[in-house]
Nanobody, 122 residues
Framework: QVQLVESGGGLVQAGGSLRLSCAAS????????MGWFRQAPRKEREFVAR????????SYADSVKGRFTISRDNAKNMGYLQMNTLTPEDTAVYYC???????????????WGQGNQVTGSP
């Protein structure tokens, strides 16, 4: 089992930055990949970014590529999502996830955090 707890969300003006953190516990952190998803009001949950167990491989949704950076610190059992140049379109509940897998063009995950609100104001 894996438990995930996000922190670091909040309100930020357009063009600003925010960093989300994800604290993992349970199984050995370096045993699994992890990632971030988000769900905006009245929309489906969507993939944002993922990172391999070692941190050597990352991938991003086109909508955040070049603005968001995913990282992890296996020594601290922590994952991060650095978000720069935020816009109102980035407003959503952001979820940390673990053990991601792809099925076609979709990303799924076995474990989820509770979610953290990020709001980009105009």
């Amino acid at each position: 089992q894996v438990q995930l707890v996000e922190s670091g969300g909040g309100l930020v003006q357009a063009g600003g930055s925010l960093r989300l953190s994800c604290a993992a516990s349970g199984r050995t952190f370096s045993d699994y990949n992890m990632g971030w998803f988000r769900q905006a009001p009245r929309k489906e949950r969507e993939f944002v970014a993922r990172i391999s167990w070692s941190g050597s491989d990352t991938s991003y949704a086109d909508s955040v590529k070049g603005r968001f950076t995913i990282s992890r610190d296996n020594a601290k059992n922590m994952g991060y999502l650095q978000m720069n140049t935020l816009t109102p379109e980035d407003t959503a509940v952001y979820y940390c996830a673990a053990e991601l897998r792809s099925i076609g063009s979709r990303w799924l995950a076995n474990y989820w955090g509770q979610g953290n609100q990020v709001t980009g104001s105009p």
